[in-house]
């Protein structure tokens, strides 16, 4: 059943927009389009209740946006790169530690904004390129950002690691790792008795699919983090 809502001007558009320039009123607008989505779903999305919390015209939304579905894309496509810039751990931890923090990362970023991630995941805007293309980027860098060396070790003309580094039989691996954490996540943020730690150790636990086609040192160290996870805590 969609969700229906009769939004409110936002206080922070409407007491700045006659101070606002015409350069940042799309600014101005997608920022009340994400905390619709934030607060009511992707699917519940439109020019209409943009416009209104935006304390806009409807018009003035198409011409920034064009669409529902280009309205939708740009709210998507920031709350991706968001995630994707949220999940790169600092340089200078080891190895050991950036699999624990590039997760705590993801399930930070995505319970921050679970009704959009809900419907990401259910397949809203499955049929747009462009969104598509910015989360498949973001699946493939996941395992990169997992397993990659610290700065320290990669020398300078190294290109930064990436789902281009990935053998084609890991690529199919995270495809396939990425989709059950996922699944696991949505089902989760939907309502679960699992707390946020237990999440975050069976996310961890399941990486263990990974190992087969890892390169050591990172082979050695995800096996290690797998099986500490898989043990009840306590």
Do not use: C
Not at 19 to 41: C, I, N, S, T, V
Not at 141 to 153: H, I, N, P, Q
Request: glycine content about 6%.
């Amino acid at each position: 059943m969609a969700r229906t809502t009769t939004p409110q001007p936002d206080a922070a558009t409407t007491g700045a927009r006659r101070r606002r320039e015409p350069a940042d009123r799309r600014r101005e607008l997608l920022d009340a389009a994400a905390r619709h989505a934030d607060e009511h779903g992707l699917d519940a999305l439109t020019p209409s209740t943009v416009a209104a919390r935006a304390g806009a015209s409807k018009a003035l939304v198409f011409h920034y946006f064009g669409s529902t579905a280009g309205l939708r894309r740009a709210v998507a496509l920031e709350a991706v790169s968001e995630l994707e810039a949220a999940t790169v751990p600092p340089d200078d931890r080891p190895l050991a530690e950036r699999p624990p923090l590039v997760v705590a990362a993801f399930l930070d970023a995505v319970e921050a904004r679970r009704l959009l991630w809900q419907d990401l995941w259910r397949g809203a805007l499955g049929e747009d390129d462009a969104t598509q293309e910015a989360l498949a980027r973001v699946r493939e860098g996941l395992v990169a950002r997992m397993t990659s060396r610290v700065a320290s070790t990669v020398l300078p003309t190294d290109p930064p690691p990436t789902g281009d580094a990935l053998t084609p039989r890991l690529r199919l691996l995270t495809a396939g790792w990425v989709a059950l954490v996922e699944n696991v996540t949505a089902a989760w943020l939907g309502g679960s008795d699992l707390s946020r730690t237990e999440i975050e150790r069976l996310v961890l636990a399941s990486a263990v699919v990974l190992v087969p086609e890892l390169p050591e040192p990172a082979r050695g160290v995800v096996l290690a983090i797998a099986r500490a996870n898989s043990a009840p805590a306590g």
